[in-house]
């Protein structure tokens, strides 16, 4: 290996690894507000990157469909509660949940799809999708928000393998790959850095940044803090578990679809391919003990260097030698860090 290929391989596990990061900053959030593994973290990505594919070929978003189905259950699980409380809550509900949906889907129906510039697609990606994520905390984990973290995990699985088949349903079993952000290219010195490579950091850099300063200056982030670091006091204090799991998983879902958008310039999604990414992304949550954002973050992108390189030298092995690192971080957690049993 020439110095020209070492950096031609530390660019893409950069690159890489910025996509690893934002995600093991997704989880490592989850399980500290609402103890939920989220291995569906990495559909997010794949549905972001496909409904996108989607739009940029001028077809109609099947998600979108997804969507109204979540509002309708979601609806439905609440209607009881909310007309006891009162019709203002129900003409609430019901926009929210239905008319939001059925207004977007005919909103996309009407739009000529292919003609949006890449921005207005992206922005109908993140409408369609992202809602998604408090629509799942409210139907798959609210109702057990209080069981043990191995229950949680099972139902996570679940979750995983319902959106993966709900995937090959909607997108089918072809890949797709849609147009780059950019199409520049920057030589320096022995290495050229593409203009796609150089929007993937970037974003993922302001994306970190926003989310630094929505947890230290907003009331809402320090309010999930607050729940991350005791989740009876916080409830004592008059912080909702139900809101804080809601915004938790919008903020993750927020992170996965533009994860996916990023990255579908870069490779080929199909609609099982979210789980190996956001797998690399838990091993750098794994690497962070699940509670340290930066330890997180500096872990995912060790994942991705590490990926990069090891498709140089063991192009077979590439995926076993990720995973494997997860084996000595483990051992060493497990010698290092006191058994401390589940909150009540």
């Known amino acids: 290996m020439d110095f020209q ?47 996108l594919a989607m739009i940029e070929n001028g077809v109609f978003p099947a998600t979108a469909w997804l969507l109204l189905g979540a509002g309708v259950i979601v ?59 408090p629509m799942m905390y409210r139907i798959v984990y609210q109702p057990i928000a209080e069981a043990p973290v191995l229950v ?26 849609t147009s780059p952000f950019s199409q520049a290219r920057f030589e320096i010195g022995p290495m050229f850095i593409t203009g796609q490579t150089i929007w993937v950091v ?11 300063m929505f947890f230290g200056r907003t009331i809402y982030g320090k309010a999930l803090r607050a729940t991350a670091i005791n989740r009876n006091g916080a409830r004592l204090m008059g912080i909702s578990p139900a809101l804080a799991g809601k915004l938790t998983f919008f903020l993750a879902a927020l992170i996965g679809v533009l994860s996916g958008v990023l990255i579908s310039p870069i490779t080929t999604i199909y609609y099982d391919s ?25 872990g995912a992108l060790m994942v991705g ?15 076993v030698i990720v995973f494997t690192l997860v084996i000595p971080v483990l051992l060493w957690r497990s010698l290092t860090t006191h058994h401390m049993e589940e909150e009540e």
């Not at 609402?34 to 794949?46: D, N, Y």
């Not at 970037?202 to 630094?212: D, N, Y």
């Open 274 to 298: 979210g789980f190996l990414i956001g797998l690399k992304g838990f091993v750098g949550a794994i690497i962070g003990g699940l509670a340290s954002y930066p330890i997180a973050a500096a």
């Open 75 to 133: 609806t439905a699980l609440d209607a009881g509660a909310v007309v006891r409380a009162g019709g203002r809550r129900v003409m609430m509900l019901a926009g929210t949940h239905l008319l939001y949906p059925a207004l977007l889907i005919g909103l996309l129906w009407s739009m000529p799809l292919k003609d949006l510039p890449l921005i207005g697609q992206v922005l109908v990606t993140l409408l369609v999708v992202v809602p998604m994520g």
């Open 305 to 319: 260097l590490l990926e990069a390189f090891s498709s140089f030298w063991a192009s077979a092995y590439k995926e």
């Open 152 to 177: 949680l995990l099972i139902v996570s699985v679940a979750a995983h393998l319902a959106l993966v088949g709900l995937g090959l349903v909607f997108f089918g079993a072809e890949g797709y790959r």
């Open 202 to 212: 970037l974003s993922s850099l302001v994306l970190i940044v926003a989310l630094a």
């Open 5 to 51: 290929i070492a950096l031609i391989l530390a660019q893409d596990g950069i690159t890489n690894g910025a996509i690893y990061a934002l995600l093991a900053l997704a989880l490592v959030l989850v399980f500290a507000v609402t103890r939920v593994i989220f291995i569906p973290q990495g559909e997010f990505v794949a549905y972001g990157a496909l409904t």
